[in-house]
């Protein structure tokens, strides 16, 4: 007897429609959340808002009365913000990989591109956010400390004065953003940062001070010297070329560099 195998029908695939990309704003909110949803990153955030009201009482207590006025509140709460929001940057960016997070991230969303660009947003976002919170607490300050000496609140801060203040310290967050991008390591990026933003700072302050030539091209080539003139009013033109000629120096120039290298690297 003669046993006849049947071949099986072939297998005909059947077209599927392709699976839309991830809209940007859900990775926006899901960059932001991860600010938020752990208990590091909540305090993190939450020391913007409670840094703010401590700088506030510290004025209304040890202020003169004479320097009762919105710029002394102003200037009292960029301080520590100068410090934390970078910090905030660096933990968006690393913990992709200090903390295994790509691992999800990229397998989810491999157009790394779009993680990266996400992260940049709610930087920018939480940087501008938080100086108006920190703003809107000086001004409660200012009216509080003239209503306690019972004398009318000054208003010394124009809103240039202002706009300038909050462009300098969401630099100051880029920079973050940047070290975290090139070093891709959380407690490396903050030790970075730290460096760049007081040791690298009082070293570029002390050759200026002992060497002429340098003197003569620091504002060209140190990145914080020109950064500083944002907190003291109105820039010139020359010092806005300033401003421009060292961010490609120090922000532009790294950021590109470490973002060709970070849509290389290998994930663990």
């Known amino acids: 007897m003669t046993t006849i195998a049947m071949s099986p029908d072939p297998v005909v695939p059947r077209d599927r429609a392709p ?3 991830i809209p940007f704003g859900r990775l926006v909110s899901v960059e932001l959340r991860k600010c938020f949803d752990t208990r590091a990153g909540f305090w993190l955030m939450a020391s913007i808002g409670i840094t703010a009201l401590l700088a506030t ?24 913000m100068t410090v934390i929001l970078p910090i ?27 993680v990266i660009a996400a992260k940049g947003a709610v930087t920018l976002g939480i940087a501008i956010v938080s100086m108006l919170v ?3 607490i000086g001004a409660v300050g200012n009216v509080a400390g003239s209503a306690i000496l ?28 940047m070290l975290g991008v090139v070093i891709r390591h959380s407690a490396g990026a903050i030790v970075a940062y730290f460096v760049y933003s007081f040791v690298l700072t009082g070293l570029t302050q002390l050759l200026a001070e002992t060497q ?7 504002q060209w080539v140190d990145f914080n010297y020109a950064q500083s003139a ?39």
């Not at 004025?59 to 520590?80: H, K, M, N, R, T």
């Not at 002429?212 to 620091?218: K, N």
């Not at 120096?249 to 290389?264: D, F, S």
């Open 88 to 114: 905030i940057a660096v933990l968006s960016v690393t913990s992709e990989w200090s903390q295994r997070n790509g691992l999800t991230s990229f397998t989810l969303v491999p157009n790394r591109n779009r």
């Open 134 to 136: 920190a703003m809107a």
């Open 230 to 268: 944002l907190f003291n009013g109105s820039l010139t033109s020359t010092q806005w070329a300033h401003l421009g000629v060292t961010s490609v120096i120090w922000l532009v120039i790294p950021m590109a560099l470490g973002l060709w290298a970070l849509m290389r690297s290998e994930v663990k």
């Open 19 to 21: 699976f839309p990309p």
């Open 212 to 218: 002429q030539w340098f003197r003569d091209i620091q």
């Open 150 to 177: 019972g004398i009318d609140p000054v208003w010394d801060a124009t809103f240039t004065d202002l706009s300038l203040i909050v462009l300098a310290q969401t630099l100051g967050m880029f920079v973050g953003f």
């Open 57 to 80: 009482g510290a004025v209304l207590l040890w202020a003169p009365d004479d320097e009762q006025v919105y710029s002394s509140f102003a200037a009292a709460i960029g301080i520590p």
